[in-house]
Every structure is written in C-alpha cells, then in structure tokens.
T-cell receptor, first 112, second 115 residues
C-alpha cells in the first residue's frame, strides 16, 4: 500500500502560531500529496509535490520533500481557527497507481 | 464543492439489512474510489473502478460489492449489515488512474448508522 505515516498524531496551537506536521513513507514515489479533512466532511486536496521537487508553496502552506529520508513536512503559517482539521499525507508509488491508502492523519487544533 | 455527489447523506438501518450508496463522479473523471472511515479503523480504501472496470481492491468485505455504470456513476452495495459497518463512506474520483500529477476529489460522504 501507499500509506503515509503522519506525526504527530495530534497538535494543539494558538491562533497565529505555525503548525508543522511530518510524514514518512517507505517506498520510492512519484509524488506526495497532502489532504485536509474537516470534522465529518470529505477530504480536500491541499498540495502535491513531485519526487523531483524539494519545496512547494501554496498560500500559507509550505511543503518540503526529502526523498533521501523518505519524509515530507507540511507547514501552516499564521494559523487560524479555521485550520482546525485532520491532515493526511499520501504518496503515489512509482510502479503502480491506484491504491492510495491514507494514514491516521494529524489532528490539528487551533485555539482562538 | 468538489463536484463529486454522494447520496444519501445519512442512512439509518437495522442489522441484517442491505443498502445501496450512490456516487456521481466529477464530470470527465473516469475513476471512482470508495473509502470507509470509522473511528477505530481510520480511512480504509475499499475498491476502485476505472471506466466501468474494477481496477484495485482493498479491504472490502465479501458482504460488500460495487459497480460502475456506463454513465460512470458508481454504487456501493452493503448487505447483511452489522453494527460494525456503521461508518462514514466516501466516494472519490479522479480523471484517470492517478498518473503523476493527479489528485482525488472527495464527495461529502454517506453516514451509515446500523442499529
């Protein structure tokens, strides 16, 4: 499977602070993606980083990828209460596509 | 709005019953994926269809089955329901079979409660 392992499992911060979540994986990848899930809702795609990229930005999101360490991190800057959600990483394996399997995710709570 | 439509949003039924969950993918998407999310199991991949054919299978029980129709909508059938089948069932779609830069678009889910 293409399961990512997110760390930490839970993170609680104050509004305005930065939040960093990490993801590790075990196989070679084509790309790695981050998704957000608000409580009880469907997952929403946040950002995709390709295996030949090291860093990518999208608004207040910054994703890094270290293929030598098989790890990625998601940084949310200047967090807001609306960022409270679960965050999942998932990667697409190089050799076969379809079984994207999600890990347990990181539950982020941003306190106002 | 992701463009993926799931019906019904909520479903309450009894043990032993059979239900059908429906998913309409985004316009133009050929792949449909089904996921089950429960508190103790997390988000579990069940099955994927591409253009009407089954392409990948995950932890789907034998009591569950799915299909994708010529108009590309998909149905997930759950039979002989047990209490443990209570969960949020998500459908997702993608253009193809997750080539290099593809992403998944998720529906809002069907909350199934088995009493």
């Amino acid at each position: 499977s293409q399961q990512g392992e997110e760390d930490p499992q839970a993170l609680s911060i104050q509004e305005g602070e930065n939040a960093t979540m990490n993801c590790s994986y075990k196989t070679s990848i084509n790309n790695l993606q981050w998704y957000r899930q608000n409580s009880g809702r469907g997952l929403v795609h946040l950002i995709l980083i390709r295996s030949n990229e090291r860093e990518k930005h999208s608004g207040r999101l910054r994703v890094t990828l270290d293929t030598s360490k098989k790890s990625s991190s998601l940084l949310i800057t200047a967090s807001r209460a609306a960022d409270t959600a679960s965050y999942f990483c998932v990667h697409l394996k190089e050799t076969s596509g379809s079984r994207l399997t999600f890990g347990e995710g990181t539950q982020l709570t941003v306190n106002p | 709005d992701s463009g993926v439509t799931q019906t019904p949003k909520h479903l309450i039924t009894a043990t032993g019953q059979r239900v059908t969950l429906r998913c309409s993918p985004r316009s133009g998407d050929l792949s449909v994926y089904w996921y089950q999310q429960s508190l103790d199991q997390g988000l579990q991949f069940l099955i994927q269809y591409y253009n009407g054919e089954e392409r990948a299978k995950g932890n789907i029980l034998e009591r569950f089955s799915a299909q994708q129709f010529p108009d590309l909508h998909s149905e997930l059938n759950l039979s002989s329901l047990e209490l443990g089948d209570s969960a949020l069932y998500f459908c997702a779609s993608s253009v193809g079979q997750l080539a290099t830069n593809e992403k998944l678009f998720f529906g809002s889910g069907t909350q199934l409660s088995v009493l």
